[in-house]
Nanobody, 123 residues
Framework: QVQLVESGGGLVQAGGSLRLSCAAS????????VAWFRQAPGKEREFVTA????????RYADSVKGRFTISRDNAKNTWYLQMNSLKPEDTAVYYC????????????????WGQGTQVTVSS
């Protein structure tokens, strides 16, 4: 049973930073990609960023480019989302997820999900 556990969410003022972590257990991964999505109240879940398990390729939503950075530590089965210059519109529940083959920006393509962590950015 694969489990993903996010941590690091919280309340921050606009312009501040947060670092989210996601730890996976229950299986060792060697391919595919890991990603972060977010969902604000009343909105659909949207892609934030993804990185291939090899670390060779990353992609970011236009709304977070230059502000967010995804990284991973394969040895620890953990990946991170460094969020800088946060804006009120970044407020959402952030989910980490794994796709076992390839990469995608569609949430339907991902295989395993964490429970989410709330990020709130005040103006």
């Amino acid at each position: 049973q694969v489990q993903l556990v996010e941590s690091g969410g919280g309340l921050v003022q606009a312009g501040g930073s947060l670092r989210l972590s996601c730890a996976a257990s229950g299986r060792t991964f060697s391919s595919g990609s890991v990603a972060w999505f977010r969902q604000a109240p009343g909105k659909e879940r949207e892609f934030v960023t993804a990185i291939t398990w090899s670390g060779i390729s990353t992609r970011y939503a236009d709304s977070v480019k230059g502000r967010f950075t995804i990284s991973r530590d394969n040895a620890k089965n953990t990946w991170y989302l460094q969020m800088n210059s946060l804006k009120p519109e970044d407020t959402a529940v952030y989910y980490c997820t794994i796709k076992t083959v390839g990469s995608s920006s569609s949430p339907r393509d991902y295989n395993y999900w964490g429970q989410g962590t709330q990020v709130t950015v005040s103006s």
